[in-house]
């Protein structure tokens, strides 16, 4: 069964309490609307007391807010700034324009996304909007960025659980199929989603790649198949590499660079 947008993955021991409050936190992932102590605890499977208590802390260290008429939840301002925090510590704010570029060069969405569990989640680029500064999260199997990630992971990152949800008919949904895509990504040193998460939608995605040859980020070019044609995959390839290698260095923390 696949995981509530609250669960994380058990826990070590002596750590339920915490690792609850970050489940807690994992509930807002949606940007839906505030959240009840008792839509909460249904989230995370715990009672409404539980869940009530756990908010409450969370609003005393800021990571929650409540509002006093409605008793509902939302992000607090310590997520804010924390965000704002590992935005910039990355270097996340440098490769603005290096994908705007990119985008401009090949005519395609130009995307930077990291792994954040079963998700590639963009977090600059032309899929970010600008009313919220949210990208798309996507699950891994079903896309070119989540295909890199998977292809070059960190040496504490697991593939996703099966069985693997279809979104089109083109969507790889065996895990062998998937572990065979991702030695074809290996070996050719970039991934494609031809329609497997959305008809219509042809993707290309390159790794940008640390020094332990781990995929810290994916960069993608996001199009069409009329645009993204066969003839034009190799330029476009060429454009997404040269921009990738700039990331390398541009993304480096701040006492490597």
């Not at 409540?66 to 490769?95: I, K, N, S």
């Not at 989603?193 to 993608?220: K, M, Q, Y």
């Amino acid at each position: 069964m696949p995981a509530s947008p609250g669960t994380l993955q058990s826990p070590p021991a002596g750590a339920q309490a915490v690792h609850r409050a970050l489940g807690l936190l994992h509930c807002f992932h949606d940007n839906g609307p505030d959240l009840s102590a008792s839509e909460l605890a249904r989230r995370m499977g715990l009672s409404v007391s539980t869940a009530h208590r756990l908010a409450r802390t969370l609003v005393v260290t800021g990571f929650l807010d409540q509002d006093e008429r409605t008793a509902r939840y939302r992000l607090g301002p310590a997520v804010a700034e924390l965000g704002q925090l590992t935005f910039h510590q990355r270097g996340l704010h440098l490769a603005g324009p290096e994908l705007d570029q990119l985008a401009r060069r090949t005519g395609a969405t130009a995307d930077l996304a990291i792994r954040s569990g079963p998700h590639a989640v963009i977090l600059v680029g032309g899929s970010v909007l600008p009313s919220t500064g949210l990208g798309l999260r996507r699950p891994l199997h079903s896309t070119a960025l989540g295909k890199v990630l998977l292809a070059w992971p960190a040496s504490t990152e697991s593939p996703p659980p099966g069985p693997l949800p279809a979104y089109t008919d083109r969507t790889l949904t065996d895990p062998a199929d998937l572990d065979a895509e991702l030695a074809l990504t290996r070996e050719r040193g970039y991934a494609l989603n031809d329609g497997e998460s959305a008809p219509g939608i042809r993707t290309l995605a390159v790794p940008v790649l640390d020094a332990t040859r781990t995929a810290r980020f994916a960069l993608a070019l996001r199009s069409t198949p009329a645009h993204l044609t066969p003839e034009s995959l190799p330029h476009t390839l060429a454009q997404a590499q040269t921009c990738a290698q700039a990331l390398t260095v541009l993304l480096l923390p701040p006492d490597e660079r």
